[in-house]
């Protein structure tokens, strides 16, 4: 297979591919034309070249290449225009003035090319290149190589002022268009040199051609698909010439290409010659992207700074301050103040100022600032829809940032957030507050003393300061948030309790008002009535008699009692249970230390709890024994019991209830009352079988003897 062909159709394919990307994916614009249109002459020419690669008699190579030599005569006008127009904004008040002179220049090789056409290639040589296929280029030929080579080096004289006049994310986005077109230029200058010298060309040369060709397109490639753009921001100066290092690069270049030509004419084969070459061009494009990579260079810097330099500042300290000047504040503003005043103290910057995003993050707040007396009287300079969309550039990363030298939209909204006052005051720095994949707000560093710049250490220390900031504020704003959660679930636990407590009452006074009809004649039962309305009466005294006195845990009042003379007045403030067989099953019990109203409560509630569960004819047993150092309360039913997994899940937490008008809260409440006695309380239920409530108290050490059958 032929080396060349290969090289040369594969350089043709690409081109064309890359030139419909470009056409699909770009926005029309000059630049992008002009890219098209050189892409696409490349693609022609190399297609003559591999043409001439396949060629069987002589006369067939000296027609393809007079018909390359006439495609190479539109290549300056494409990417002279290209080299104008890539990444740059117009300097020029009159433009249509500055076509002109380009137009006509590059209609000259063009004109020439086809007037002497079937004449640029006259024949072969044998001296010269020392080639044993070196087709001679006549007058008119070398002419044409030459105005071509010229306008080559001032496409590098162009992309160069380019590419130094760009910074930040647009010399990021450039970086490897740039670097490819230089490499296929400097390459075609040395080819084209060659060709001028000796007055030849030969298929190694046109081999180089195509191996640059391939490394070029694949550097395009990668600059397409990394950023999708072409345009850009880009003010360079019309002296595009001066001060160029093209010429220097370029002969520097001349001399490496000489010696690998010459080490490879002595292996005398031109297939290892083509792919030697397109190995060391393909190196020397990824070095030449490391030399341009703006991240290299800023971690080198750094490793040399971290690693090889006298550290700037004495952490030690540095962080004893830090932590002194911010362990002590509980409040995000308070904490927010000292920041700035530490952050202004350590970095000799005379205006700090700290922005925090709102809860939604959608939007900033001024809460500190050593350069505005009154944040909160600052009026916010920027529009929520410029808050949003800096608040997403920021969200990508948490690199202090330059933002004084970038030129991007999102740069410019962050510089008014703090105007410089000093016009000596050095570049603002923004550094992003980010803890755990938020964005919780931003410092913004401006007014340096002396203007002095930041260095590599100082950028190192700014991250860690505020991640430290950042996690800090984090923390904050956690604990406010747990700390209302806590205020929340004690006001919900506080109301729950008097609610239920409160329904209680009401269903007491319900049943009351039930029975009134029927027995208001009974003497005996309006007294029982009046004893109930007297005693509902006290219970809500009570009740907010106790709201006054309410904390998050419960509050016990105890005194020496007696559990069955607690549990008979528990009885007798339950009113009239329907359709219930009551059994008391009292034992003799010692004295208990207990809070007597909160002992009713838990009885009353698991009196009234078995008295829904049971249906009508239905068993209610109370019961009292002592079991050890315990005395035991039994509420036991035979009513409709309840599952082992309610029991287990919902039974005495808040909120769950199996009745239907239930708020769930009745056996929370118990469950509390008797475990702030250092009881417990324990339940054995079975659907359709009944209930049993066992209530565990502990018995106050007594001087009395207990009865042997309950001891034992």
């Keep these: 297979m032929n080396t060349s062909f290969v090289l040369a159709s594969a350089g043709a394919l690409l081109c064309a591919s890359l030139a419909l990307s470009f056409a699909w994916f770009e926005r029309r614009s000059v630049a992008c034309w002009s890219l098209i249109a050189g892409l696409v002459v490349l693609a022609i020419e190399r297609i003559f070249a591999g043409l001439t ?48 002179p380009l137009a006509v220049a590059s209609l000259i090789p063009i004109g020439l090319a086809f007037w002497f056409r079937g004449s640029l290639v006259p024949g072969f040589h044998r001296n010269g290149l020392g080639q044993p296929w070196s087709m001679e280029i006549s007058g008119a030929g070398l002419i044409l190589c030459g105005i071509v ?15 130094r006049a760009s910074a930040g994310v647009i010399r990021w986005r450039i970086k490897f268009m740039v670097l490819g077109l230089g490499l296929l230029f400097i390459v075609r200058v040395y080819s084209g040199s060659q060709e001028l010298l000796f007055r030849a060309t030969t298929l190694p040369l046109q081999d180089m051609d195509s191996d640059v060709l391939l490394v070029t397109l694949a550097l395009m490639g990668r600059s397409l698909f990394r950023d999708g753009r072409l345009e850009g921001k880009v003010y360079a100066s019309r002296l595009v010439l001066h001060q160029s290092l093209t010429a220097i690069g370029a002969a520097v270049y001349v001399l490496v290409i000489v010696g690998l030509a010459k080490a490879a004419a002595i292996l005398h084969s031109d297939k290892q010659v083509a792919l030697q070459i397109l190995f060391v061009l393909v190196a020397l494009a990824l070095l030449g992207s490391l030399l341009l990579s703006d991240r290299v260079r800023l971690y080198t810097r750094r490793f040399v700074t971290r690693y090889f330099q006298r550290p700037q500042y004495d952490y030690r300290s540095v962080w004893r301050n830090f932590t002194q000047g911010t362990i002590r504040q509980v409040e995000p503003r308070a904490l927010s103040g000292a920041l700035v005043k530490l952050v202004s103290e350590l970095f000799q910057a005379l205006s700090v100022s700290l922005w925090l995003a709102d809860d939604r993050r959608e939007s900033f707040s001024l809460v500190a600032s050593t350069s505005v007396s009154d944040p909160e009287a600052l009026d916010f300079p920027l529009g929520e829809g410029e808050a949003a969309r800096v608040l997403s550039i920021l969200k990508a990363g948490s690199e202090p940032m330059d933002i004084d030298r970038s030129r991007e939209l999102w740069a410019a909204t962050l510089r008014k957030l703090l105007p410089g006052r000093f016009p000596n005051g050095g570049n603002r720095i923004c550094v992003p507050l980010r803890a755990r994949d938020e964005l919780l707000g931003i410092m913004i560093l401006g007014d340096r003393v002396g203007g002095v ?28 948030r747990l700390y209302q959660a806590n205020q929340l679930e004690a006001f919900q636990a506080m109301s729950a309790f008097f609610v239920h407590d409160l329904k209680n009452t009401a269903s007491t006074l319900s049943l009351m008002l039930q029975n009134l009809p029927v027995h208001f004649d009974n003497a005996s039962f309006r007294e029982d009535a009046l004893r109930g309305v007297a005693k509902t009466v006290d219970h809500i005294n009570e009740l907010i008699d106790r709201l006054s006195l309410l904390r998050q845990e419960v509050v016990l009042l105890p005194v020496e009692s007696d559990l069955n003379e607690l549990v008979e007045a528990a009885l007798l403030s339950v009113p009239e249970l329907p359709g219930a067989e009551l059994i008391q099953d009292l034992h003799p019990l010692p004295s208990v230390r207990v809070d007597r109203a909160q002992i009713r409560n838990v ?61 769930g809260i009745g056996m929370f409440q118990c469950k509390m009352i008797v475990q702030a006695h250092h009881g417990k309380i324990e339940v054995d239920s079975q659907p359709g079988k009944g209930t049993a409530f066992r209530v565990w108290l502990p018995i106050r050490q007594t001087s009395h003897r207990l009865p042997a059958e309950l001891a034992a």
Excluded at 149 to 161: G, P, T, Y
Excluded at 616 to 644: F, H, K, Y
């Design 53 to 100: 690669a396949i060629a069987v008699l002589p006369q067939e190579m000296i027609y393809w290449q007079d018909w390359r030599l006439v495609t190479i005569s539109f290549l300056p006008g494409a990417w002279l225009l290209f080299s104008l127009k890539y990444a740059r904004e117009s300097d020029s008040a009159s433009p249509a003035k500055g076509w002109l």
């Design 149 to 163: 080579l010229i306008s080559f080096v001032a496409v590098m004289a162009n992309l160069e002022h380019t590419f």
């Design 453 to 480: 710049p930041y260095s590599a250490q100082d950028f190192d220390l700014l991250k860690t300061v505020g991640d430290q900031a950042a996690a800090t504020l984090l923390n904050l704003e956690l604990s406010q």
């Design 603 to 663: 009885v009353s509630n698991l009196i009234m709890n078995a008295h829904d569960a049971i249906e009508l004819n239905g068993r209610i047993r109370v019961a009292t024994v002592q079991r050890n150092n315990w005395v035991v309360l039994t509420v036991e039913d035979n009513g409709c019991g309840m599952s082992p997994e309610f029991v287990e899940r919902g039974l005495f937490r808040p909120f769950q209830s199996t009745k239907k008008n239930g708020i």
